[in-house]
């Protein structure tokens, strides 16, 4: 008997870009010399070192080979030191949940091509997110553009995008 193709799990590649921080919190004497570590689940990677800078422009795109996208991406920025630990500069998630019922949404219209708008996330206490999002379906890739708020820290906003692409996405 086949399974149900709206509840098997589909293998695929998460993307996820690190565009920039703004206003980022002061952590040597004048500025501070971010990085941002994401980890998903057992994963993690890291952008490189932006020296003396509070609004930084990584423009980095990590990928993912993963089953379904699920589960939270953590976004945990740093400031790089030479001679100590690296301190916290704060933290954000992303729950993917939407990006998966998108990705749900995509797969029972059958898109295959164009740009489509397939939810709302609102922001609130629950997320991290600084305003709604959406998550759009857009040449071949499920979507969401995010811009989150720091946590655990007097200021900073991070500017991110997830991407989910299925293997066999028709």
Do not use: H
Request: proline share 2%; aromatic share 8%; hydrophobic share 40%.
């Amino acid at each position: 008997m086949e399974e149900d193709e709206g509840r098997r799990a589909r293998r695929g590649v998460l993307k996820v870009l690190v565009a920039r921080g703004t206003n980022l919190a002061v952590r040597d004497f004048t500025s501070s010399d971010p990085y941002v570590v994401v980890r998903l689940a057992d994963r993690n990677a890291k952008t490189k070192v932006i020296n003396s800078c509070l609004n930084p422009v990584w423009n980095e795109e990590m990928s993912f080979s993963i089953e379904e996208p699920a589960g939270v991406i953590k976004f945990e920025v740093f400031d790089w030191d030479r001679f100590k630990y690296d301190d916290k500069m704060g933290n954000a998630f992303i729950d993917l949940q939407p990006v998966a019922a998108a990705t749900k949404l995509r797969r029972a219209l059958r898109l295959t091509t164009g740009e489509t708008k397939l939810r709302k996330v609102a922001a609130g206490v629950d997320n991290c997110l600084l305003s709604d999002s959406f998550v759009t379906y857009a040449d071949g890739e499920v979507v969401l553009d995010a811009r989150l708020r720091l946590r655990d820290v007097e200021s900073g906003e991070l500017f991110v995008t997830v991407k989910w692409t299925e293997a066999d996405a028709k």
